[in-house]
């Protein structure tokens, strides 16, 4: 006995009651895999939808700053930001969102801001143990040129614009490296106060045109830091995101200094405006008005010895010690002039000599060769004093010839150095003693 065909083939050759029967067998058999066909479609529909999420959400993680990579230069390591990192170079911690947000804090704020969110750019800290870099990559909305009526009237009604402070580091990768002024500003003040941590800022694009991306930095470290460290981040992919290149943007090009000289690779000292901050924060009380003077150092209105002596030319000799200290930038020029006039007028018994020469070192036009002329006699002059000559430039911008208190005068060019130092001086109880030819 042969096999009986499909019923679908023959169905002449069944039954009524046996046809009826397979078919009762097939749709119970169908009802029993439709649910396993149903839990395969969605197998299937989700690995379609998770595969594609997969590609979707890497195709938005690349045009994010996020995922620009980020290396560390040598010696140094790359880590993801956190607030202590920005607290320890700014010096402060981050304060409550409801205090005024200075300068400072509003650095602080924008890297938390920033960090907290990878769809508003990229932080990160760069770590050499106590010098740090920290990076804020983000992207500026395009801002197109307001030439209406209503901002013509408001930049003729805004003044003019405060000087820009802003000083051109070097160019990386053909991008202009600022760094900003060592100040933080207070909301609606004009007073700056100084601040110990440099800022630097770097933007590609134009604004006016489309979006930019802007790069800013903060540091307690060198330039030469600041440039490896930006040397190691992609910039190149972090500029492609732009839908707007920039032109001046060449990944060939390197790091180049307006000056063509390496960039320093130690932390500058802290601002004169800085220290002289600390010195009225730690009650320092110099007297008037020279407490005045330390105000205005604060302020940037006096930046060195020569802006002081200018405004107080009679009084090198009441100066304080610690305001010159200040202010002393290595020069022994000022260290001769200062010392000079803090010695004639003190309780010291000069002669007539050494008066005189120390009237001559305070002149600030006053020179070695000045004083040549009148050293080749034999006076008696103590041997501080000559130190102090010995400071002065060798040749000022004019020469000036004078007789001095009453003794001869001999001729000559010869510099003071030359005579100071020369065979015929001596040291006697304190007194350098020049004789010439033999006298």
Request: with cysteine.
């Amino acid at each position: 006995m042969g096999i009986a065909p499909p019923i679908w083939l023959c169905p002449q050759c069944y039954s009524v009651s046996v046809a009826k029967e397979i078919y009762i067998k097939g749709w119970v058999a169908m009802r029993l895999m439709m649910p396993l066909i149903g839990l395969l479609m969605l197998v299937v529909a989700g690995a379609i939808v998770f595969t594609f999420k997969i590609v979707w959400d890497e195709h938005v993680f690349q045009q994010r700053l996020v995922s620009v990579a980020v290396s560390a230069p040598d010696g140094w390591e790359a880590v993801p930001y956190e607030t202590a990192h920005g607290e320890a170079i700014v010096g402060e911690p981050l304060a409550a969102p409801d205090t005024p947000a200075t300068t400072t804090q509003r650095i602080l704020r924008g890297l938390d801001d920033v960090n907290g969110d990878p769809l508003k750019g990229a932080v990160w800290s760069f770590m050499n143990g106590q010098e740090s870099v920290v990076m804020r990559m983000e992207f500026a909305p395009h801002r197109p040129p307001r030439n209406n009526i209503f901002a013509k009237m408001s930049q003729a009604s805004a003044g003019a614009p405060p000087p820009n402070l802003d000083v051109e580091v070097a160019a990386i990768h053909g991008i202009t490296l600022i760094a900003k002024p060592r100040i933080s500003m207070t909301p609606n003040s004009d007073i700056s106060e100084p601040v110990n941590y440099r800022r630097f800022q770097m933007r590609f694009g134009d604004q006016e045109i489309d979006e930019v991306l802007d790069v800013t930095l903060i540091t307690n470290a060198s330039d030469a830091a600041v440039a490896n460290a930006l040397m190691q981040v992609d910039l190149a992919r972090a500029h492609g995101l732009l839908d707007t290149p920039d032109p001046a943007f060449d990944q060939s090009s390197g790091v180049v200094t307006p000056d063509q000289q390496p960039l320093a690779s130690t932390a500058p000292p802290p601002s004169l405006a800085f220290v002289a901050a600390g010195m009225l924060e730690n009650g320092e009380d110099l007297g008037e008005p020279w407490m005045d003077v330390l105000a205005g150092i604060k302020a940037d209105e006096i930046a060195d010895w020569e802006s002081l002596i200018a405004l107080y030319p009679d009084d090198i000799a009441q100066i304080p010690l610690p305001l010159f200290e200040l202010l002393d930038d290595g020069s022994q020029e000022n260290a001769a002039r200062y010392f000079a006039a803090r010695m004639r007028a003190s309780d010291r018994t000069w002669n007539d000599h050494e008066h005189y020469i120390l009237g001559k070192i305070i002149n600030p036009d006053s020179s070695q060769a000045d004083l040549a002329d009148y050293l080749t006699g034999s006076p008696d002059v103590a041997d501080d004093v000559i130190a102090l000559v010995l400071q002065l430039p060798e040749v000022g911008a004019e020469a000036v010839v004078d007789a001095g208190p009453e003794m001869g005068q001999a001729t000559g060019t010869q510099g003071a150095n030359t005579i100071l130092q020369s065979e015929n001086c001596r040291i006697e109880n304190g007194i350098r003693r020049c004789t010439v030819d033999g006298n």
